[in-house]
C-alpha cells in the first residue's frame, strides 16, 4: 500500500504565504511525477504545479510567478510554496504521485487534500 499525507494548509489572509507538503509512504520503488491540483467549490479540479523527478517543473497560468514546486526525493517529499495568496486560490490542494511499486508497474495516487482559505 502507499499513502500519499498533506499537511500544511490553513487560513491566510490575502497577500500571505502558506507552505503545503505532502509525504509518500508505504511501498514505493520509485516516484515519478508529482503535482498538486486544487478544487475550488463549484469548480472542476485543476492542475496548479508539476515537478519531474528529474526537478523539472511547470504551472498553471493562474499561479506562476507565485507559487513554487520542489521535492526532496530522499524523503518522498513534494512541496507547494504559496505565495502572495489571493482569495480566489481558495481551494482543497491535492497532492498527486506517479509510483512504481516494482520495475514495470506505475499506478496514480492521491492524498486526501488539504483546505486553503484566503481571506480579503
Known amino acids: 500500500q502507499v499513502q500519499l499525507v498533506e499537511s500544511g494548509g490553513g487560513l491566510v489572509q490575502a497577500g500571505g504565504s502558506l507552505r503545503l507538503s505532502c509525504t509518500a509512504s508505504g511501498d514505493i520503488f520509485k516516484i515519478n511525477g508529482m503535482d498538486w491540483y486544487r478544487q475550488a467549490p463549484g469548480k472542476q479540479r485543476e492542475l496548479v504545479a508539476t515537478?519531474?523527478?528529474?526537478?523539472?517543473?511547470n504551472y498553471g497560468d493562474s499561479v506562476k510567478g507565485r507559487f513554487s514546486i520542489s521535492r526532496d526525493n530522499a524523503k518522498n517529499t513534494v512541496y507547494l510554496q504559496l505565495n502572495s495568496l489571493k482569495p480566489e486560490d481558495t481551494a482543497v490542494y491535492y497532492c498527486?504521485?506517479?509510483?512504481?511499486?516494482?520495475?514495470?508497474?506505475?499506478?496514480?495516487?492521491w492524498g486526501e487534500g488539504t483546505q486553503v482559505t484566503v481571506s480579503s
Open positions: 515537478i519531474a523527478s528529474s526537478g523539472s517543473s
Open positions: 498527486h504521485a506517479a509510483i512504481l511499486r516494482d520495475e514495470r508497474h506505475e499506478y496514480s495516487y
